[in-house]
């Protein structure tokens, strides 16, 4: 297994649609991460977990909305989305969440268009 | 307001020569900055780090300098290797205050044979 997956790799929805992106880290960390990647713009942090307790909310909108069940597994779910909302969405892990010293281990990302 | 700029979008290097990309921070508070690579269709994967104590990391290939001064950190691959062809990220920290690196939108290297 390798350290971060994601899934769906792809996901094409209406902006009507209900739909969750999953990650599950395999690398016994204690942060998890939801970064968007627009074309042409630096990744944006999203949220972050610590412990499974949301510690940061980048002003999201609430059509995207994150769960931790466990420390392993992070979901955005995602509602009544916007074609601006198209992007690469990038779940991250680090050792913690609180030192910034130490490097993120990104999954492959999820490449999401909504039309 | 991006804090984290890199300013050349593309480079292409001949193999076996020195590749050097460059990053800008507006943060002075900034005191932790990593390197990323990634290739199509994968994450990023963690290059190299460095700390704003020192000026200077090197890890085989690839060296970060610092200059702090200038808020200006730089990325050298020598020599190049085609392999190396990937758009790379520079990022910033504060460190111990919590979760936010702030990102450099990319610099697209192509090493060509």
């Known amino acids: 297994e390798t350290g971060v997956t994601q899934t769906p790799r792809h996901l094409v929805m209406g902006m009507t649609n209900k739909k969750s992106l999953k990650c599950e880290q395999h690398?016994?960390?204690?942060?998890m991460y939801w970064y968007k990647q627009s074309a042409k713009k630096p990744l944006e942090l999203m949220f972050v977990y610590s412990l499974e307790e949301r510690v940061e909310n980048n002003s999201v909108p609430s059509r995207f909305s994150p769960e931790c069940p466990n420390s392993s597994h992070l979901f955005l779910h995602l509602h009544t989305l916007q074609p601006e909302d198209s992007a690469l969405y990038l779940c991250?892990?680090?050792?913690?969440?609180?030192?910034?010293?130490?490097?993120?281990?990104f999954g492959e990302g999820s490449r999401l268009t909504v039309l | 307001d991006q804090q984290v700029k890199q300013n050349s979008p593309s480079l292409s290097v001949q193999e076996g020569r020195i590749s050097i990309l460059n990053c800008d921070y507006t943060n002075s508070m900034f005191d932790y900055f990593l390197w990323y690579k990634k290739y199509p269709a994968e994450g990023p994967t963690f290059l190299i780090s460095i700390s704003s104590i020192k000026d200077k990391n090197e890890d085989g290939r690839f060296t970060v300098f610092l200059n702090k001064s200038a808020k200006h950190l730089s990325l050298h691959i020598v020599p190049s290797q085609p392999g190396d062809s990937a758009v790379y990220f520079c990022?910033?920290?504060?460190?111990?205050?919590?979760?936010?690196?702030?990102f450099g939108t990319g610099t697209s290297l192509t090493v060509i044979p």
């Open positions: 690398l016994g960390h204690n942060a």
């Open positions: 990022a910033a920290s504060v460190s111990h205050t919590g979760n936010q690196f702030y």
């Open positions: 991250a892990s680090s050792q913690d969440a609180v030192t910034n010293t130490g490097e993120l281990f």
